[in-house]
């Protein structure tokens, strides 16, 4: 993929040739201010927590018999327990979500920094190892900067604080509480400390979940986490930073739209080629995928089975392609999140703007360029079904049989008219001729190509240049 200081992706800054750079500048001096104090602000009141923490489980522990006096006759002590717990798990949710708000303003007044500082034309591409690109101090990328760099990172040490603090504090309360239950009493001693210890493990886990949920980036979920776990446990290699992949590929659907080019047809007949289902399923097409397996255990003939999302995810995400159950496992569940994430529009839009059409040409603009020499604003149904047809074309070879089968389904469904089969046909002669590409099997084109042009009466506009 091409790198953001191409001219082809200079759209996403800008402000590359921004006039007014004292304006830049007094912004980025704003948002430095802004980020140090609020830095100041979140260290602060992680410790002013540390120390409320400590101080309120000391005292409620050490005041736990005073308490049950004082309320002795009003309210039972199994009662007076649970409002204890609760509130200590109403203030370490709080809290949690506090520190969680508080890291989104700093991750996002980073991230302005970074894009300020491209503005002024500022780059450390060549002093990462002095100033490594995930930290701000050295950053080239928005999108280097995580949301959330992992459980031992910065980013986490409020969330250990509180769950240090309110899981002592739990064990006491919850050990006080279930004692005072005539049926765990009368079980063997163990029992106690088992109920204890899972109880107290339930609830760290839930606020590990409440943080984490809370520093989800725009196109995380539990989902993607989870399949990020399961790639990594198979030893299956993904791309590192998401966000920017998806942030990339929706630029380049902008500048397909900003070029002006119909994309209505080219959809239509990828949806027909590719995957009919495409506007009614989740991801992934059962019978599809079903047939694929198949084939890969030498059942049925060779068929790839793959939706357009997993196509998309294919191309976005996934850096080994040697691993093929693997890789068919990862393209399912990457599909079925990015089904949540993304409409359907967004993401035939992505897969037009992104994926290979021929080897070193992704997108629809650029397969247009490397074809017909130019960009083409209307391109006609035969040039569609030419270039989708291309679609993930590794060794610009053309399979005469399936060419032949796929236009006899268009030509009978009406994606495609006789006279627009012949200019297919017409169009795949002119490519093999300027050796774009070439088909498996030299006579059975020409006997393709006999055929499809002498089968309906000959329109003279489409026998030029063969």
């Given at each position: 993929?091409?790198?953001?200081?191409?001219?082809?992706?200079?759209?996403?800054?800008?402000?590359?040739?921004?006039?007014?750079?004292?304006?830049?500048?007094?912004?980025?001096?704003?948002?430095?201010?802004?980020?140090?104090?609020?830095?100041?602000?979140?260290?602060?009141?992680?410790?002013?927590?540390?120390?409320?923490?400590?101080?309120?489980?000391?005292?409620?522990?050490?005041?736990?018999?005073?308490?049950?006096?004082?309320?002795?006759?009003?309210?039972?002590?199994?009662?007076?327990?649970?409002?204890?717990?609760?509130?200590?798990?109403?203030?370490?949710?709080?809290?949690?979500?506090?520190?969680?708000?508080?890291?989104?303003?700093?991750?996002?007044?980073?991230?302005?920094?970074?894009?300020l500082r491209r503005m002024l034309g500022l780059e450390y591409g060549s002093l990462q190892?002095?100033?490594?690109?995930?930290?701000?101090?050295?950053?080239?990328?928005?999108?280097?900067?995580?949301?959330?760099?992992?459980?031992?990172?910065?980013?986490?040490?409020?969330?250990?604080?509180?769950?240090?603090?309110?899981?002592?504090?739990?064990?006491?309360?919850?050990?006080?509480?279930?004692?005072?239950?005539?049926?765990?009493?009368?079980?063997?001693?163990?029992?106690?400390?088992?109920?204890?210890?899972?109880?107290?493990?339930?609830?760290?886990?839930?606020?590990?979940?409440?943080?984490?949920?809370?520093?989800?980036?725009?196109?995380?979920?539990?989902?993607?986490?989870?399949?990020?776990?399961?790639?990594?446990?198979?030893?299956?290699?993904?791309?590192?930073?998401?966000?920017?992949?998806?942030?990339?590929?929706?630029?380049?659907?902008?500048?397909t739209r900003r070029m002006d080019i119909n994309q209505e047809t080219l959809k239509e007949?990828?949806?027909?080629?590719?995957?009919?289902?495409?506007?009614?399923?989740?991801?992934?097409?059962?019978?599809?995928?079903?047939?694929?397996?198949?084939?890969?255990?030498?059942?049925?003939?060779?068929?790839?089975?793959?939706?357009?999302?997993?196509?998309?995810?294919?191309?976005?995400?996934?850096?080994?392609?040697?691993?093929?159950?693997?890789?068919?496992?990862?393209?399912?569940?990457?599909?079925?999140?990015?089904?949540?994430?993304?409409?359907?529009?967004?993401?035939?839009?992505m897969y037009l703007s992104s994926v290979r059409f021929e080897r070193g040409v992704f997108?629809?603009?650029?397969?247009?360029?490397?074809?017909?020499?130019?960009?083409?604003?209307?391109?006609?149904?035969?040039?569609?079904?030419?270039?989708?047809?291309?679609?993930?074309?590794?060794?610009?070879?053309?399979?005469?049989?399936?060419?032949?089968?796929?236009?006899?389904?268009?030509?009978?469904?009406?994606?495609?008219?006789?006279?627009?089969?012949?200019?297919?046909?017409?169009?795949?002669?002119?490519?093999?001729?300027?050796?774009?590409?070439?088909?498996?099997?030299?006579?059975?084109?020409?006997?393709?190509?006999?055929?499809?042009?002498?089968?309906?009466?000959?329109?003279?506009?489409?026998?030029?240049?063969?």
């Amino acid at each position: 993929m091409k790198s953001d200081t191409d001219q082809d992706w200079k759209q996403h800054f800008p402000t590359y040739t921004f006039k007014h750079r004292d304006i830049v500048l007094k912004e980025y001096e704003s948002a430095s201010a802004a980020l140090e104090s609020e830095e100041r602000l979140f260290i602060n009141a992680t410790n002013i927590t540390l120390v409320i923490s400590a101080a309120l489980g000391s005292v409620a522990l050490g005041s736990l018999e005073k308490l049950g006096k004082l309320f002795e006759g009003v309210i039972s002590p199994a009662w007076l327990l649970i409002i204890l717990l609760s509130f200590v798990f109403s203030f370490s949710i709080t809290t949690l979500k506090y520190f969680a708000d508080r890291q989104k303003t700093l991750l996002f007044v980073r991230r302005k920094i970074v894009v300020l500082r491209r503005m002024l034309g500022l780059e450390y591409g060549s002093l990462q190892i002095v100033l490594p690109n995930w930290r701000v101090e050295g950053a080239d990328q928005p999108f280097s900067i995580s949301m959330f760099p992992g459980w031992l990172s910065y980013v986490t040490y409020p969330f250990w604080v509180i769950a240090i603090f309110s899981g002592i504090i739990s064990v006491f309360l919850s050990a006080s509480l279930l004692s005072l239950f005539e049926l765990i009493s009368k079980q063997p001693a163990s029992i106690l400390p088992c109920l204890v210890i899972s109880f107290v493990s339930l609830w760290l886990a839930i606020l590990a979940y409440i943080y984490r949920s809370s520093l989800y980036d725009t196109n995380e979920n539990i989902f993607l986490i989870l399949t990020k776990y399961i790639s990594k446990k198979m030893n299956f290699e993904l791309v590192y930073n998401f966000e920017y992949i998806i942030y990339r590929a929706k630029l380049s659907a902008y500048e397909t739209r900003r070029m002006d080019i119909n994309q209505e047809t080219l959809k239509e007949i990828l949806v027909f080629i590719e995957d009919r289902d495409f506007y009614s399923h989740k991801g992934i097409s059962i019978k599809s995928t079903a047939r694929a397996f198949m084939s890969l255990i030498g059942f049925g003939r060779r068929s790839g089975g793959s939706t357009i999302t997993q196509q998309l995810v294919r191309t976005l995400f996934i850096v080994d392609f040697q691993k093929t159950i693997r890789r068919k496992i990862i393209e399912i569940l990457l599909s079925i999140w990015f089904e949540k994430v993304s409409s359907k529009k967004q993401i035939i839009e992505m897969y037009l703007s992104s994926v290979r059409f021929e080897r070193g040409v992704f997108g629809i603009s650029e397969a247009m360029k490397f074809y017909f020499g130019k960009i083409i604003e209307s391109p006609s149904r035969a040039q569609c079904f030419f270039l989708i047809e291309r679609v993930s074309n590794v060794k610009a070879k053309i399979l005469t049989s399936k060419i032949d089968h796929t236009i006899r389904q268009a030509v009978s469904v009406g994606v495609l008219t006789q006279f627009d089969s012949k200019e297919v046909i017409t169009i795949y002669s002119k490519m093999i001729n300027c050796g774009k590409i070439s088909p498996d099997d030299n006579e059975k084109f020409k006997s393709l190509k006999t055929k499809w042009l002498e089968e309906i009466t000959p329109n003279p506009s489409l026998h030029t240049d063969d």
